[in-house]
């Protein structure tokens, strides 16, 4: 008979009373990151894209004289490449594209092969009866730093859920319906979404939920500790508080 290993994720005791739990995988920390830097470089390149024509309509054509909605200036300082440059920024979108989309199928796959998707993103029965006092939390700015912070409660699950199974897909799908080199099957896409103008307000719309997400989750991140999150994206481990999350009587 063989002794079980060890094992190395177990919770780590802290001199001031905290407990290190073990939250990121090696994948998910290595494709965040890889996100973060593609992301970026996304939003960029996009913003030189939108500005060589700043105005978004609905339907098959561009109604110049009638825009959904139409952009004010858009700053060099936004753009990659700096300055006006489409052919360029068009260049640094689709490479860049691609690699988001490399990265995503493997988060994706990784979600389905270690099962994380069932059991850390998918909401529970508790979770969706306790949506009411989530809600109230995240109004409040008052987060779990004890035992309940080693899950995600439910409306960290549905937004991540909602971003990965709908904003990127939908990103996905308008993008490659706009491409030259996915004409032959961007036609049947197109009449999917109405045309060539409410596929790109489509995927001007995903990317703004997008940005809208990431100065959410940056500011909380901030909010609930910038050095603790921070470690746990960058090593796996996460140190919560004993207990000291109670209710006021």
């Known amino acids: 008979m063989t002794a079980s290993r060890p094992d190395k994720h177990r919770d780590r005791p802290l001199p001031d009373g905290r407990t ?10 290595a494709t965040h990151w890889l996100n973060v830097s593609v992301v970026v ?16 309509y609905w339907g098959l054509k561009s109604t110049f004289a009638d825009p959904w909605v139409s952009f004010a200036t858009i700053p060099d300082w936004v753009m990659l490449p700096r300055g006006r440059n489409l052919a360029e920024a068009r ?8 690699i988001f ?18 059991r850390r993103l998918w909401p529970t029965g508790a979770d969706v009866r306790d949506i009411g006092h989530s809600v109230v939390e ?45 004409n032959p099957i961007g036609g049947v896409l197109l009449d999917l979404m109405g ?29 609930t500790g910038l ?10 481990w996460f140190a919560i508080e004993p207990g000291r999350d109670k209710e006021p009587e």
Do not use: E
């Open 41 to 56: 470089i996304l939003l960029m390149s996009g913003a030189n894209i939108l500005a060589a024509h700043p105005h978004l």
């Open 91 to 98: 260049h640094w979108h689709l490479f860049f594209a691609w």
């Open 20 to 29: 290190l739990v073990w939250r990121h995988p090696w994948w998910v920390r």
């Open 138 to 182: 995240h109004v409040q700015l008052r987060f779990p730093k004890d035992d309940r912070a080693r899950v995600y409660n439910v409306l960290q699950k549905l937004t991540y859920l909602l971003m990965v199974l709908v904003v990127l897909p939908m990103m996905l799908v308008t993008g490659l319906s706009m491409s030259p080199g996915f």
């Open 101 to 118: 989309v490399l990265n995503g199928l493997a988060y994706l796959a990784f979600l389905l092969i270690t099962r994380r998707l069932t």
């Open 227 to 236: 050095f603790n999150n921070m470690r746990a994206m960058i090593t796996g």
């Open 195 to 223: 045309g060539r103008q409410s596929a790109r307000t489509l995927h001007f719309l995903s990317a703004s939920a997008i940005v809208v997400f990431i100065v959410i989750h940056v500011g909380l991140v901030v909010w």
